[in-house]
């Protein structure tokens, strides 16, 4: 069972892009027949091919509809620039991740009894602590605990 002694849910962060980034400035980058990358609903990129680009103001948060390469034509779908890959688009940045927090686990000695948070269930168990590493190698997993019951 993974467990931690005290930590939020972790963060997805998701690629973005730069607040200057016009969509419909880079759609005309795209023309009928481009071969890229797109986003399908799965949240992967598979391969696929541009079928129409539109400057309509109707159409300028997915301002592109592709065709999934060896798909039917019902699986066409518009989509905005930042669910497409391709060398004609520029690369979405990745959001800087946020520093790990730091625990201060000087606190915690061997016997030290506590409650630890099972992932897997999101309750807390009671549990003793048997070692606390200061290593670098155990820096993922410092505490060592064994369950109480």
């Known amino acids: 069972i993974r467990s931690r002694l005290s930590c939020g849910p972790p963060h997805k962060f998701a690629p973005s892009l730069p607040a200057s980034f016009k969509f419909g400035a880079m759609a ?33 948060k997915a301002p ?19 669910k497409l890959k391709s060398k004609l688009l520029p690369k979405a940045k990745a959001k800087a991740k946020a520093k790990a927090k730091e625990f201060d686990y000087s606190g915690l000695e061997k016997g030290m009894k506590c409650n ?30 064994h369950w109480v019951g």
Do not use: N
Request: net charge negative; aromatic share 10%; hydrophobic share 40%.
């Open 28 to 60: 005309d980058k795209l023309e009928v027949g481009v071969k890229l990358q797109a986003m399908y609903t799965d949240g992967e990129f598979y391969p696929a091919e541009v079928v129409a680009v539109s400057d309509s103001d109707k159409r300028k």
């Open 64 to 82: 592109v509809k592709v065709h999934f390469v060896g798909y039917e034509a019902s699986d066409d779908s518009w989509m905005s620039l930042d």
């Open 116 to 145: 630890v948070l099972a992932e897997e269930e999101g309750k807390f168990f009671p549990a003793e602590v048997v070692t606390v590493s200061t290593g670098k190698g155990k820096a993922s997993a410092p505490v060592k605990i």
